[in-house]
């Protein structure tokens, strides 16, 4: 039998715990001259443009349940872009039962979850190695809940959202609620990585590492793809066009900035 929001955990007034999702995620790229990178850049700029990016938040708010109240979006020059939304959820009570079962969560077609008042952000960052001819892109989402409703159901989508390589997650649960004898709930849910919530045939895809401090409630997930195929990171061209002796170079280039960027220091060549 299914438990109503209100068996699920007896509390004084308001569950007001703050529920932090942070999603990065790297694209790499192999450009050789000026004009390539050039070309990179302009492409990523019209890939994920604020527009585009606001599209994708909006999604993210469906998945979660969410009202968006109000949306603050930019371009920059030369490059990158920002979209900020401000998000409000309906009534608890009228949440499906299936908006509390600890899950990787739908894609917007199906989703039809309530979350309480707070916001969504992302940021893009593309940037470029001036010496070894690598690009890449960063982008930063960062998706904050307050009340049952957690943001890790928004996961499942925004891995599906963006050509990634890498990801890293952090995922925290900060503050405190109250059951109806006063005693204080510093979580309420159980939870002992990130991969949790990634689908099965997801998490087959990436190498991951966890670094977690259960004791409070933080959690961190990061992941590489397993498949590396050259292809992938050529722009404007593919493997065939180059010597072998080009492939190989190339090649040891871009995956020395994935695994530098995956353990996140600098390795010796």
Not at 89 to 116: I, M
Not at 176 to 183: A, E, I, K
Not at 247 to 269: F, S
Request: charged share 25%; hydrophobic share 35%; with cysteine.
């Amino acid at each position: 039998m299914s438990l109503t929001p209100d068996e699920r955990i007896q509390l004084h007034e308001f569950n007001n715990l703050t529920k932090s999702l942070s999603f990065n995620m790297y694209d790499v790229c192999y450009t050789k001259t000026k004009s390539e990178r050039e070309a990179y850049i302009q492409y990523i700029d019209e890939q994920y443009n604020a527009d585009r990016l606001t599209a994708i938040l909006e999604d993210v708010a469906s998945v979660i349940g969410a009202h968006v109240l109000n949306i603050a979006k930019q371009d920059y020059e030369p490059q990158g872009a920002s979209v900020t939304m401000l998000i409000a959820e309906g009534p608890v009570e009228e949440a499906p039962t299936s908006a509390f079962e600890e899950s990787p969560g739908p894609l917007p077609e199906s989703a039809v979850l309530h979350l309480d008042k707070s916001h969504i952000t992302v940021h893009t960052y593309p940037e470029y190695n001036p010496v070894d001819g690598i690009s890449t892109f960063r982008a930063d989402v960062d998706v904050s809940t307050c009340g049952e409703i957690s943001p890790l159901k928004a996961l499942n989508y925004l891995i599906h959202s963006f050509d990634t390589d890498i990801m890293t997650m952090d995922y925290r649960v900060r503050g405190f609620t109250r059951d109806v004898n006063g005693h204080k709930l510093f979580i309420d849910h159980d939870i002992n990585s990130i991969q949790n919530y990634i689908p099965e045939e997801v998490k087959e895809q990436f190498d991951m590492i966890d670094v977690n401090i259960y004791q409070e409630n933080i959690f961190h997930t990061k992941c590489k793809l397993k498949n590396f195929d050259l292809d992938n990171y050529l722009f404007g061209y593919n493997k065939h066009e180059l010597y072998e002796e080009e492939r190989k170079e190339i090649t040891e280039k871009l995956t020395h900035e994935m695994d530098e960027i995956y353990y996140g220091r600098n390795i010796p060549k």
